[in-house]
């Protein structure tokens, strides 16, 4: 989700501005998006472009994603037909790290068969690894 938004693939992208909320109480622009270019950033099994659409939404004044929806369809030359892909992800600023952090991810996908499967993965308990080292620099003796 975040590599079509690197600014590595800006290019291939269309954005427009949409209307402004406020999430966790900041200020947040909604940013809609629309895959323009080929070849595609997610593509099939079958290397088949598969175009990418969706929303974040970003604090103005600092630059962070708050909230993504992003929706990539998959062309149909797959045993199950076409399918269309949409992934949810909300960040929250965790206090012990100082930033936003995945807070959760809700995918959906669905077929032209109309199956459905979704699932959701929550995130928590983010820790900050750290690694302590030691240098003892020994005496080379002169030969």
Same mark, same amino acid.
């Given at each position: 989700m975040l590599e079509l938004l690197d600014a590595r693939n800006a290019r291939q992208m269309r954005f427009k501005k949409g209307g402004e #909320?406020? &999430?966790d109480g900041v200020t947040a622009w909604e940013i809609r998006f629309n895959e323009v270019g080929r070849p595609t950033v997610v593509?099939?099994?079958?290397?088949?472009?598969?175009?990418?659409?969706?929303? #974040?939404? &970003?604090?103005?004044a600092t630059g962070t994603l708050l909230r993504s929806e992003v929706t990539v369809r998959i062309p149909g030359r797959t045993p199950g037909g076409a399918v269309k892909a949409t992934v949810k992800v909300t960040f929250l600023n965790d206090p012990k790290l100082g930033f936003w952090v995945p807070s959760t991810m809700t995918e959906v996908y669905e077929t032209t068969r109309a199956e459905l499967e979704s699932g959701e993965a929550t995130y928590s308990n983010?820790?900050?690894?750290?690694v302590d080292t030691r240098v003892i620099i020994n005496s080379i003796p002169n030969p």
């Open positions: #909320t406020t &999430i593509s099939s099994v079958n290397r088949l472009d598969a175009p990418s659409e969706g929303r #974040t939404w &970003i604090d103005p983010y820790r900050m690894f750290t």
